[in-house]
């Protein structure tokens, strides 16, 4: 059996491992396996490394990490016929049961029976990895895989930022993370009137300025409510784009939302939100939306179509790239929060 390098959680605890394992060349009928060209961390990926109390109720080691990436498609298994050897690909991490209510419904991404590649099953912080077939993404844009590693997430991004029509309208996106800012770069790629952003780390706030915002608000030195309201003439923003997961940023939004507003939210929240839901929800007329995953696969189409029309600044957002031998260091960037996407190239001269 040969043998590839891969990124590991291998105990309970913090931290990840570098190790050798065998390549996963034994396929399913229904199965291909990949050589991985690029890899990005996720915030989960960062949980995980952490081992926080979600990961620790929920990872089961020993497991290969990581659920972002571009790679090549190298062996079939015996009933694959949706791609082919050499086929440029990433993956829709959520695999799905097909046959629960939800599924079959056209409703997959709350799939009772969702397992996530990376989390459930082993991913592809690895030189290879073995996916199944009907997850997988053709690449039809040529892009330098680095870029094309980040679909997954920029699927979040859309998901989040495209579930309400913002073109036209005054948006706030709150938590210029890396999702976040994709959120920045989508609104201005379809049009949106005033891209608000609100962040508190300089380095993301410029990049969330490079990327498109109009307005960047630091809550930390500024009165987020009345600035919003100060830059939409009194009446609050047309739409919400919550990616921040924190609590007070959330509580604010509520009082700027627009009368008859929408607000999209993505980012997990680990305390108790504190609303007024009569008068900030109610009596406002205000829509709520929760983004789990991407719609499969409508918001696969989007990205792709936004990745083709060039309006995308894939290049600011994917701001580092590491070998994958270096992951310790592209972790502690990642965790620095001085960054945007950051990327980890396995080794491309091996072969199986």
Same mark, same amino acid.
């Given at each position: 059996?040969?043998?590839?390098?891969?990124?590991? $959680?291998?105990?309970?605890?913090?931290?990840?491992?570098?190790?050798?394992k065998?390549?996963?060349?034994?396929?399913?009928?229904?199965?291909?396996?990949?050589?991985?060209?690029?890899?990005?961390?996720? +915030?989960?990926?960062?949980?995980?490394?952490?081992?926080?109390?979600w990961?620790?109720?929920?990872?089961?080691?020993?497991?290969?990490? #990581?659920?972002?990436f571009?790679?090549?498609?190298?062996?079939? &298994?015996?009933?694959?016929r949706?791609? $082919?050897? #050499?086929?440029?690909?990433?993956?829709?991490?959520?695999?799905v049961?097909?046959?629960c209510?939800?599924?079959?419904e056209?409703?997959?991404?709350?799939?009772?029976?969702?397992?996530?590649? #990376?989390?459930?099953?082993d991913?592809?912080?690895?030189?290879y990895?073995?996916?199944?077939?009907?997850?997988?993404?053709?690449?039809?844009?040529?892009?330098?895989?680095?870029?094309?590693?980040?679909?997954?997430?920029?699927?979040?991004?859309?998901?989040?930022?495209l579930? =309400?029509?913002?073109?036209?309208?005054?948006?706030?996106?709150?938590?210029?993370?890396?999702?976040?800012?994709?959120?920045?770069?989508?609104a201005?790629?379809v049009?949106?009137?005033?891209?608000?952003?609100?962040?508190?780390?300089?380095?993301?706030?410029?990049?969330?300025?490079?990327? +498109?915002?109009d307005?960047?608000?630091?809550p930390?030195?500024?009165?987020?409510?009345?600035?919003?309201?100060?830059?939409?003439? &009194?009446?609050?923003?047309?739409?919400?784009?919550?990616?921040?997961?924190?609590?007070?940023?959330?509580?604010?939004?509520?009082?700027y939302?627009k009368?008859? +507003?929408?607000?999209?939210?993505?980012?997990?929240?680990?305390?108790?939100?504190e609303?007024?839901?009569?008068?900030?929800?109610? =009596? $406002?007329g205000?829509?709520?939306?929760?983004?789990?995953g991407?719609?499969?696969?409508?918001?696969?189409?989007?990205?792709?179509?936004?990745?083709?029309? &060039?309006?995308?600044?894939?290049?600011?957002?994917?701001?580092?790239?590491f070998?994958?031998e270096?992951?310790e260091?592209?972790?502690?960037?990642?965790?620095?929060?001085?960054? +945007?996407?950051?990327?980890?190239?396995?080794?491309?001269?091996?072969?199986?």
């Open positions: 059996m040969k043998q590839m390098n891969a990124v590991i $959680k291998a105990e309970k605890g913090p931290g990840f491992q570098m190790v050798r065998d390549v996963p060349e034994d396929l399913g009928r229904h199965e291909v396996l990949v050589k991985i060209l690029a890899t990005s961390i996720c +915030g989960t990926d960062v949980h995980i490394y952490n081992w926080d109390q990961s620790a109720s929920r990872i089961k080691p020993p497991l290969t990490v #990581g659920h972002e571009c790679g090549e498609v190298i062996k079939l &298994g015996e009933d694959v949706s791609v $082919k050897v #050499g086929d440029i690909v990433s993956a829709e991490t959520h695999i049961c097909g046959v209510e939800f599924c079959r056209g409703n997959a991404h709350i799939c009772s029976n969702t397992k996530i590649i #990376g989390v459930d099953t991913g592809c912080f690895a030189e990895a073995r996916m199944p077939a009907q997850n997988l993404i053709k690449d039809t844009s040529g892009l330098d895989p680095k870029y094309l590693s980040v679909q997954e997430p920029l699927g979040n991004a859309v998901h989040t930022m579930h =309400f029509d913002i073109t036209a309208k005054t948006v706030a996106v709150v938590g210029c993370g890396p999702i976040g800012l994709m959120g920045v770069n989508i201005k790629a049009g949106a009137k005033k891209i608000i952003a609100v962040e508190i780390n300089d380095y993301r706030i410029q990049l969330a300025k490079e990327l +498109g915002a307005v960047v608000i630091n930390k030195t500024e009165d987020i409510v009345a600035r919003v309201l100060e830059e939409t003439s &009194g009446l609050g923003v047309d739409v919400v784009a919550e990616f921040s997961g924190n609590k007070s940023a959330i509580e604010a939004a509520f009082k939302v009368a008859g +507003g929408e607000m999209s939210m993505l980012g997990i929240v680990p305390d108790t939100i609303i007024d839901l009569s008068n900030d929800v109610i =009596f $406002k205000v829509t709520l939306y929760g983004v789990i991407r719609k499969m696969f409508k918001t696969w189409n989007q990205v792709q179509g936004l990745i083709q029309s &060039g309006k995308l600044d894939l290049e600011k957002i994917v701001t580092h790239a070998p994958l270096d992951f260091t592209a972790m502690a960037v990642m965790k620095s929060g001085n960054s +945007g996407k950051v990327v980890m190239i396995p080794n491309k001269n091996k072969e199986v």
